[in-house]
């Protein structure tokens, strides 16, 4: 008797897991396309002719593709905005590559001092990461504007590249990467010690590739974000937009353009593919695992 009320209520319980389980799948099936509707809605309207066929078949197919709204883009581009398309995505590939990687690279140097090393004030600059981390930035924008523009920093492309970057207190960012440095065990250095390696042979051939998923995902976060940043250059480099910014401005401006809305989603499209295309060269180096097998017993 015992033992069949045991069987029934180890059933009753892996019926209710099995419950759990595929609900939590199908809400997370639901979310993941709620998340493509947009994406796919915007490059669905690129391709239709004219805005009657948006507005008599808004959510249908096109009746024929269009693809010549991708090329009048760069032409109403070319005539009635004071800057080129290809200057605009220029300066977003420079600054969406530049300050991603000077960004992760300073904060994955000290972060890794940090969680290896013992030096005089090591709690401070921890607890100094942290209250910078929660500070809040748009109480800081005036007396930032006003220290920028006393150094020079202001409307100037590369200084902005050069100081935007928080240094080794990048927020979130370093709380991350010093996670990711603690959890590996110290016996790696102490055997590549054993063998003659240095400080920096040990820092960037055995800890810094077993950390690289982890910098790899916080450069493509940094990337996405400097690429759709857009309020940036509307406060700091008004003279230099991005094609983010550039967008934004034409979005503005596309009723006294005549743009159609196909034309319009066909500039956001071009704006979308490059976060898409680095997100899926990435994922191999993301997924892998450098750290198994790396000690034994």
């Given at each position: 008797m015992r033992k069949?009320?045991k069987y029934e209520?180890?059933s009753?319980?892996d019926?209710?897991?099995?419950v759990v389980?595929?609900?939590?799948?199908?809400?997370l099936?639901?979310?993941?396309v709620?998340?493509?509707?947009?994406?796919?809605?915007?490059?669905?309207t690129?391709l239709k002719?004219?805005?009657?066929?948006?507005v008599?078949n808004?959510?249908g197919l096109?009746?024929?593709?269009t693809?010549?709204?991708?090329r009048?883009?760069f032409?109403?581009?070319?005539?009635k905005?004071?800057v080129s398309?290809a200057?605009?995505?220029?300066?977003?590939?420079?600054?969406?590559v530049?300050?991603p990687?000077?960004s992760?690279f300073?904060t994955?140097?000290f972060?890794?001092?940090?969680?290896?090393?013992?030096?005089?004030?090591?709690?401070?600059?921890f607890?100094?990461g942290?209250v910078?981390?929660?500070l809040p930035?748009v109480g800081?924008?005036?007396?930032?504007?006003q220290i920028?523009k006393?150094?020079?920093?202001?409307?100037?492309l590369?200084?902005?590249i050069?100081t935007?970057?928080?240094g080794?207190f990048y927020?979130?960012?370093?709380l991350?990467?010093?996670?990711?440095?603690?959890?590996?065990p110290w016996d790696?250095?102490e055997?590549?010690?054993?063998?003659?390696?240095?400080?920096?042979?040990v820092?960037?051939k055995?800890?810094?590739?077993?950390?690289?998923p982890?910098?790899v995902?916080l450069f493509?976060?940094?990337f996405?974000?400097t690429w759709?940043?857009y309020s940036t250059y509307h406060?700091?480099?008004?003279?230099t937009?991005?094609?983010?910014?550039?967008?934004?401005?034409?979005?503005q401006?596309?009723?006294?353009y005549?743009?159609?809305?196909?034309?319009l989603?066909?500039?956001f499209?071009?704006v979308?593919?490059?976060?898409?295309?680095?997100?899926?060269?990435?994922?191999r180096?993301?997924?892998s695992?450098?750290a198994i097998?790396?000690l034994k017993?």
């Amino acid at each position: 008797m015992r033992k069949r009320m045991k069987y029934e209520s180890r059933s009753a319980a892996d019926i209710v897991s099995l419950v759990v389980f595929w609900a939590l799948w199908i809400i997370l099936i639901i979310y993941a396309v709620s998340m493509l509707v947009l994406p796919l809605y915007m490059l669905n309207t690129s391709l239709k002719a004219d805005n009657l066929e948006c507005v008599k078949n808004p959510l249908g197919l096109p009746k024929q593709v269009t693809w010549s709204n991708y090329r009048e883009i760069f032409v109403i581009f070319d005539e009635k905005m004071e800057v080129s398309i290809a200057g605009m995505i220029g300066v977003s590939v420079l600054t969406s590559v530049l300050k991603p990687f000077l960004s992760v690279f300073f904060t994955t140097m000290f972060a890794y001092v940090e969680a290896k090393y013992e030096f005089f004030g090591k709690k401070f600059f921890f607890n100094l990461g942290i209250v910078l981390m929660i500070l809040p930035i748009v109480g800081n924008l005036p007396s930032a504007m006003q220290i920028n523009k006393a150094l020079g920093v202001y409307d100037n492309l590369f200084m902005n590249i050069i100081t935007s970057p928080v240094g080794c207190f990048y927020g979130t960012n370093f709380l991350l990467m010093y996670g990711a440095f603690k959890v590996i065990p110290w016996d790696y250095a102490e055997a590549a010690f054993i063998d003659g390696a240095g400080h920096y042979t040990v820092l960037f051939k055995i800890y810094l590739r077993m950390a690289l998923p982890q910098a790899v995902v916080l450069f493509v976060l940094g990337f996405m974000g400097t690429w759709n940043d857009y309020s940036t250059y509307h406060i700091w480099l008004p003279s230099t937009p991005n094609i983010s910014y550039g967008m934004y401005m034409f979005y503005q401006k596309a009723n006294a353009y005549r743009v159609s809305l196909p034309e319009l989603m066909a500039g956001f499209t071009i704006v979308m593919i490059p976060t898409v295309l680095i997100y899926c060269a990435t994922q191999r180096i993301i997924n892998s695992k450098f750290a198994i097998g790396g000690l034994k017993g």
